[in-house]
């Protein structure tokens, strides 16, 4: 067994490396996702007695070291954002979340069915894990610092910000309809769930949100009390304080607390939209997010090393392949049909539907309430294979693409003669 020195020294040596390695990754066509999950297979591949990183074993941690994790780089998402929100500005954004989205699930289920065998909740139960894109490993296609101009953020980085911030909550209905087709059968739990966890925690995720956001924002930026206003004192902390208040509260109330989480941040962003403190904010909430990104990618890496792919056969391998190179793809190209991006824009939104900790929560989540007639070890395999073939693929192509897009965006903005 490993000492909890050497496991504190490796944890600080991840930290260290999250500070450094984007300063030498920039323009590179490497990704920090992708060294750390290198690194991870490497680190447990050596004879240092590491634990093993079960998922099964130790589903309980898991679950709720992703959940922050994901609640995290949703605040950061919401504050970084620059657009206020509405019909035609997040046009992209509705139309992904609307059409692409459910387009995504239906394929990850059928393909599940046809090519694995599976019985339908299990179906299901991928559809929904694999569905939202990931908040935490895109920020290589994300939108960067949030600065005063409204109108700053490209429509690919905007598109897949707002997307990823917004459909990891839209995600849990399909999860609950899973867990409902696992453990109930038939058809009786239909209207419940309609009722309770579409409409009700949908529209309480939004409400608590929106209420907390607002609160929050006058107490931030707006309050007559001078020692009240937290915008003058710099805490970056007060993030996470948002974070948590918002995602408790809401949960509390039977919400979807991810959805409040996001629209709380969005909300306090628009509360002061040029305020330097919304830097700050966002500045914290990305680091403590770098943090807990290298350690669960150096425990996936280990996951991998330690064999946690032995249950992975072909067909869960091509649906995998399927899910990154063609049913995310063609469900949002479909999605965006005379939308607002152009179609080189069209095309990289639809590609970087990238996958990551978010599934790996979901999957974690609804084991715990259900068994699916598949064993948990082919599941934690075919959504983990689907994972790492984002974080490599995704992590080789995207600074490559999103430069050469860059380019072709400032030449076309060049007057001509």
Known sequence: MPTPDLILALAGAAALLAAVLPGLLVRRALSLPLVYLVGGVVLFLLPLGLPDPDPIAHRVALEHITEICVLVSLMGAGLALNRRAGLRSWATTWRLLGWAMPLTVAGVTAAAVLVLGWPIAAAL??????????????????????????????????????????????????????????????????????????????????????????????????????????????????????????????????????????????????????????????????????????????????????????????????????????????????????????????????????????SLFYLAYALGHAEFGVPPDELWAVAAFAVLASVVLHGISATPAMTRLDALRDRSRLPAG
């Open 125 to 358: 139960l991928l559809g929904a894990v694999l569905a939202p894109t990931d908040p935490v490993l895109a920020s290589d296609v994300n939108v960067g610092e949030p600065v005063d101009a409204e109108n700053a953020d490209d429509e690919v980085r905007f598109a897949l910000t707002s997307e990823a911030g917004l459909n990891d909550g839209l995600a849990f209905p399909i999860v609950y309809a899973a867990i409902a087709v696992a453990t109930a059968g038939g058809a009786g739990w239909l209207g419940e769930w309609a009722l309770v966890d579409v409409l009700y925690r949908i529209l309480a995720g939004l409400v608590c949100g929106l209420l907390i956001g607002r609160l929050l924002g006058r107490l931030v930026f707006h309050t007559g009390a001078d020692e009240l206003r937290l915008a003058e004192r710099r805490d970056g902390f007060v993030a996470l304080a948002a974070t948590f208040l918002a995602y408790g509260l809401t949960e509390l109330a039977n919400g979807y607390g991810f959805i409040a989480v996001f629209v709380t941040a969005c909300t306090i962003r628009r509360a002061e939209h040029g305020h330097g403190y919304n830097n700050v904010l966002h500045g914290f909430v990305e680091q403590i997010e770098r943090l807990f990104t290298a350690w669960l990618l150096l425990l996936l890496g280990g996951f991998v090393a330690a064999g946690g792919l032995a249950s992975l056969t072909w067909r869960g391998a091509a649906v995998g392949v399927l899910l990154v190179l063609v049913i995310r793809p063609l469900a949002a190209w479909l999605s965006q049909i005379r939308g607002p991006a152009g179609p080189k824009e069209r095309l990289v939104i639809s590609f970087f539907g990238i996958r990551g900790i978010g």
